[in-house]
């Protein structure tokens, strides 16, 4: 940039002045996603801070998710709109923006490959390992992680935030170690995440499928009686396992969460990682308002799935309804008078009195 613009994200010649029939509807639908996930993700938050038989460790990876879902929406939706309009703004309002996005969307996406990795070791092996105190542990390695990888671009130290069309994404400028650091980003974010809860998920459908064949092919009309004097004996556990059937049930919801993600990510991380090693291509601004839009939407489809699908967050929400309708100011309500209207008063010099007809 030239000195006299070198504090502003772009040079006038570099704004894209979108039509206006592009801003409204454009501006209207992200403000109404933005409000749709800062509600529902901030009932889920609400609801395992406030009863403690919600804080499982699944609850816990949801809820930090949810957080995580809700700054994206809070802080970089507005600066999603802020481009669309062409607002000029200063070099760190680009820089605060990409930082948040990246470290909180990083976030978000080891929390889901955290729930992967624990659905698979209990459909498949059968074992609960995560529990809430080592969830609260792997959470905060998370953070780390995520602050660290996302930090050196801020400062320019690998790679640099810089503005395109509606959004800013790091650049390769510097040779090979800017392109190591955004080789070491793309698979952190992108690439070993999807790769790691692909291979669960398909593990624990495998699983499920071979549990459902032999479930159906087991004789149902064999009954005890029957079974001993065939020789069978009941195998008892000397402990009791694992809810199978409700961690199944908890599965489909946590695979179809899934689902949405890879559909509203996957088009943003193939457009941007080939964006960030090849310097000759760029995104046209309907694309990237497309994309970027697409993982916008993601944070509030969520709380509408678990809405669904979910009957305790479902009754939890019953529940705060009316504890979050009793902050709004209530309309002042018309007194009711206490006498007919037909009532006569009559006044005399010692008491006043109504006679009523």
Known sequence: MENSTTNLTTKESELNNFPLDVIVPVSVTMVLIMVICLLGNSIVCLIVYQKPAMRSAINLLLANLAFANIVISAVCTPFFILFLCSVRTPVIACKIHAFIYYVFSMEATFILTAISVDRYFIIVHRKDKLNPRLTKIVIGITWVVSIVLCFPPVFDGFSSY???NVHCFPRTSKGIADTI??????????????????CTYLRILDTVRRNTCRVQNFPESLSVSQASKLGLRRIVSPKPMVDMAFKTRAFTTILLIFFVYLACWLPYCLATTIYWFDETKTLTPTKEIIFVGLTYLNPAINPIIYCLRIKKFREACLEIAPKLCSLFPKAPHRTKRRVKPSAIYECTDKVQSSTVL
């Open 162 to 164: 810089t503005f395109s």
């Open 181 to 198: 650091y955004l080789s070491i980003l793309a698979l952190t974010l992108f690439v070993v995440p999807i790769i790691i809860m692909l």
